[in-house]
């Protein structure tokens, strides 16, 4: 036989890896527009607008990252996400934010865990904003009903997330929460430090230096890869190269945006 049929017939027959999300959804808005005066009744810019672009924020956004990189992804999320809004007001040419609207932001909800079957998934990724949706003692239980649980956390951190097998979280959270971090949970640490790269069991996985349009959804897209990529190979190293340079391409782009 032909070894590329072969070779195309063995990526057909080949599972897809499924992975659940669950954590806290938004809709993200961007306005891009144009100022060029202030308000006559305040010294305020005006805003005149131009464009809109809009999609599924935070939990959301790893969801969309999932499957744009072609995994069998699953979502677990507040129903109520479309009117929870995160709307920004950007300028259209050099990228400046002039403010962020939030409507919605104590509306998340709680999980409900048990509606989820966990043993029909391949790996667990817990996208935690700490916006009330997801406890420590759920993320506990998480941990404990999959053994191959992602987290990626605004909470700090404690004995709730001992049982985790990867703990991803960026410099900033680190530096706040670091005095909480003992032996056995540095070793599953994953700190993300924007254009320098990201650090694992002191090593640090340098990215290239690109021109960084915005950061926003960049953390979404680094776990997204990284667990997909530990899940095919079971190379940490590996996994963290490649999530680096997926999160380097996202930042390139305008927006929350998709590998």
């Given at each position: 036989m032909?070894?590329?049929i072969q070779?195309?017939?063995?990526?057909?027959?080949?599972k897809?890896?499924?992975i659940?999300?669950?954590?806290?959804?938004?809709?993200?808005?961007?306005?891009?527009?144009?100022?060029?005066?202030?308000?006559?009744?305040?010294?305020?810019?005006?805003?005149n607008l131009?464009?809109?672009?809009?999609n599924?924020?935070?939990?959301?956004?790893?969801y969309?990252n999932?499957?744009?990189m072609?995994?069998d992804?699953?979502?677990?999320?507040?129903?109520?996400?479309?009117n929870?809004?995160?709307?920004r007001?950007?300028?259209e040419?050099?990228n400046?934010m002039?403010?962020?609207?939030?409507?919605?932001?104590?509306?998340?909800?709680k999980v409900?865990?048990?509606?989820?079957?966990?043993?029909?998934?391949?790996a667990?990724?817990?996208s935690?904003?700490n916006k009330?949706?997801?406890?420590?003692?759920?993320?506990e239980?998480?941990?404990?009903?999959?053994p191959?649980?992602?987290?990626?956390?605004?909470?700090?951190?404690?004995d709730?997330?001992?049982?985790i097998?990867?703990?991803?979280?960026?410099n900033?959270?680190y530096?706040?929460?670091?005095?909480?971090?003992?032996?056995?949970?540095?070793?599953k640490?994953?700190?993300?430090m924007?254009?320098?790269g990201?650090?694992?069991?002191?090593?640090?996985?340098?990215?290239?230096?690109v021109?960084?349009?915005?950061?926003?959804g960049a953390?979404?897209?680094?776990?997204?890869?990284?667990?997909?990529?530990?899940?095919?190979t079971?190379?940490?190293?590996?996994?963290?190269?490649y999530?680096s340079?997926?999160?380097?391409?996202?930042?390139?782009?305008?927006?929350?945006?998709?590998?």
């Open positions: 032909d070894q590329t070779k195309e017939w063995n990526l057909m027959d080949k897809k890896i499924k659940l999300v669950i954590g806290e959804s938004c809709r993200d808005i961007f306005n891009y527009g144009y100022c060029e005066r202030l308000c006559p009744e305040a010294p305020v810019p005006v805003f131009i464009r809109t672009a809009e599924g924020g935070m939990a959301r956004n790893v969309s999932l499957l744009a072609n995994a992804a699953f979502l677990y999320t507040n129903k109520n996400w479309k929870i809004t995160k709307t007001f950007v300028e040419k050099n400046h002039f403010m962020r609207l939030d409507i919605g932001d104590k509306d998340y909800g409900n865990l048990k509606k989820i079957k966990f043993s029909n998934y391949d667990v990724i817990i935690d904003y009330g949706f997801l406890t420590e003692k759920d993320i239980d998480i941990s404990d009903k999959h191959n649980t992602f987290l990626d956390t605004k909470k700090q951190l404690g709730w997330c001992r049982k097998k990867f703990i991803k979280i960026n900033f959270e530096n706040r929460t670091k005095h909480l971090v003992d032996e056995n949970m540095e070793e640490l994953i700190i993300t924007g254009p320098e990201c650090k694992y069991q002191n090593i640090i996985f340098p990215v290239e230096e021109e960084i349009k915005d950061s926003s953390g979404d897209t680094f776990i997204s890869a990284f667990t997909l990529r530990y899940l095919e079971e190379n940490v190293h590996e996994a963290l190269k999530a340079n997926s999160a380097t391409k996202v930042v390139q782009k305008r927006g929350v945006s998709t590998v």
